[in-house]
């Protein structure tokens, strides 16, 4: 009987497959998406028909694509159109924002939002006072979002917008922050506070100016070798405007859903409608839900046992231990629910006391509800110590690891919470000895979606900057790679059909441009990608 021929066959090449073995082939056949052969190119004689096409790698290195499973692709998208991107790599001074948003101001109408995002204040020059705001704004409303998405600046146009001014209650699990000495606003606000702006300036958006903007991100996105995101904190709007990209054929990214607990109500109708995880196709998925109570460490707002240290932000709390933005009763309750109706759990947890609140909601639905194998996951967790890294592995949680964290905001965590603190920030060689998994991810746009920024300080324990961030939970370059594809997958209950490249898995496939696993660690941060297939098409670049 003749053997099925191939759509696609790629040889000539060193293909990581990551399976079980680590196996490593030279060829490998796709039909129909998916991989219908791997070995050597004698294995695969007889796979290649008259219409089948012949990829020759050169000899290059093949990987599976990557599996971003904690990222905000759709915040990111609703921001292109009308936000100014002020991050690092494009303001490096204070001097240098002020300008910029001085001259967007000029160029908008006088009753027009000044909005702007990515803003890091350790990278550029400090936070701005709300005299500078106001100039800048030149009599507009003004807002800039942090990069962590946690903290903002608004001038005194937009305080009054919103009907805010000295004498307004902080909202719950949100903070205003005030001068010292004159109790006067300084223009920083911190979490829910932050989502009063939000919700009045993203008000405009649409599913379909959403689904423009995720286009132009994932075309973006996949020059990294990129082949699926788990949306984490998804909202109705962003998961309406993926339906449309599906629909109208346009979506070239695999998209799991994190449906948000944020949006009042939403997670809810999902629990009534019966909506389990996994249900979908392999284009977008639902993987589960998520809540925010423990935020960021950067911004000097998550949640920790003991007080931040280094440089104190005007008008911050003394002593500063973060905050908390669920009552726990409440929390365990939402989750509770969703976790009998069939939907994965994900909870925020990334300061100690915050990691140990989402234990003890996930505790708290195993008891009410057992499941074996439950793959509840406490999101960034970052700040592992020994008695946390015990309790992940008795409750059986997935520690879902924020990696971008340690090239994007290394040296933050180091000025905040002090040098020694590092040996337990994303301890991955101590959670892959402890047989914890722990997928890795970017949290775009909170940090730069490219996948081998963080490789490098996974293998090298470097902050961005160099500044170490303890050499002593460093992991292989292949340990590394595993977070962001196999494990990643597994995270979401995809491993069955993506994460390493094995028959009968989606051809979800990045060419790199030098062999990730043989180069010296310093270069993995400068590894390339010249092609990404999805489903055994090109979605970026050639050969």
């Known amino acids: 009987m003749p053997r099925l021929a191939a759509d696609l066959i790629l040889r000539n090449g060193r293909i990581h497959t990551l399976d079980a073995h680590s196996r490593v082939a030279s060829a ?5 998406g998916r991989i219908l052969a791997v070995g050597s190119e004698g294995d695969l004689d007889g796979l290649a028909g008259p219409e089948t096409k012949v990829m020759d790698l050169g000899g290059r290195t093949a990987i599976p694509g990557i599996v971003d499973s904690h990222c905000h692709p759709d915040s990111y998208a609703a921001r292109l159109a009308g936000w100014e991107d002020v991050g690092p790599n494009r303001i490096q001074s204070r001097a240098a924002l002020l300008a910029r948003l001085t001259d967007v101001a000029a160029a908008r109408g006088t009753d027009d939002w000044v909005v702007a995002y990515r803003l890091n204040e350790n990278k550029s020059g400090g936070y701005p006072t709300l005299a500078e705001l106001d100039a800048a704004g030149q009599g507009r409303p003004l807002f ?10 608004a001038n005194s ?23 010292p000495e004159t109790g006067e606003l300084t223009g920083l606000m911190r979490e829910t506070a932050v989502h009063m702006f939000l919700d009045v300036i ?18 973006d996105w996949a020059r990294h070798g990129i082949t699926t995101v788990y949306n984490s904190l998804a909202g109705s709007r962003s998961i309406q405007a993926y339906q449309l990209l599906r629909q109208q054929e346009r979506l070239r990214m695999r998209v799991g859903i994190i449906v948000s607990g944020r949006e009042d109500g939403l997670v809810e109708s999902y629990v009534k409608a019966g909506i389990r995880s996994g249900f979908g196709d392999d284009m977008v998925r639902i993987i589960g839900v998520e809540w925010c109570p423990d935020c ?9 046992y003991e007080p931040y240290v280094g440089k104190r932000i005007e008008g911050e709390p003394e002593p500063n231990t973060g905050m908390l933005l669920y009552e726990l009763e409440d929390l365990k309750s939402r989750a509770l629910a969703a976790h009998k109706g069939g939907l994965q759990v994900m909870i925020e947890g990334v300061g100690d006391r915050g990691i140990d609140f989402a234990l003890d909601v996930i505790e708290h639905c195993l008891a009410a509800h057992p499941v074996a194998d439950h793959r509840m996951r406490v999101e960034h967790c970052c700040y592992v110590t020994p008695p946390i890294l015990e309790r992940l592995k008795r ?22 919470r002090g040098e020694a603190a590092m040996r337990w920030m994303w301890p991955h060689r101590s959670l892959i000895d402890a047989g914890i998994p722990a997928p890795g991810h970017s949290d775009a746009m909170v940090c730069d979606p490219n996948p081998f920024f963080a490789l490098w300080s996974m293998v090298t324990r470097k902050a961005q900057t160099g500044a170490s961030l303890d050499e002593a939970e460093a992991v292989t370059a292949e340990e590394a790679l595993r977070a962001y594809t196999i494990l990643g997958a597994w995270s979401g209950r995809e491993e069955a059909v993506k994460g390493s490249l094995e028959l009968g898995k989606l051809a979800d496939i990045a060419v790199l441009d030098r062999d990730y696993f043989s180069i010296p660690v310093e270069e993995i941060r400068e590894v390339g990608v010249t092609a990404t297939l999805l489903g055994g098409r090109l979605v970026h670049g050639g050969l």
């Open 28 to 32: 490998l056949a796709i039909r129909d």
């Open 144 to 153: 800039i979002l942090r990069t962590d998405g946690h903290i903002g600046l």
């Open 157 to 179: 146009r937009a305080f009054r917008e919103l009907g805010i001014d000295r004498d307004t209650p902080d909202p719950a699990f949100g903070r205003f922050d005030h001068h």
């Open 202 to 219: 993203h008000g405009a958006d649409t599913p379909a100016r959403l689904a423009d903007g995720l286009e132009k991100v994932f075309d």
């Open 296 to 304: 960021s460490t950067s911004g000097r707002t998550a949640a920790y």
């Open 395 to 416: 409750v059986g949680a997935v520690d879902s690891s924020a990696t971008g964290f340690m090239y994007d905001l290394g040296e933050a965590y180091r000025a905040n």
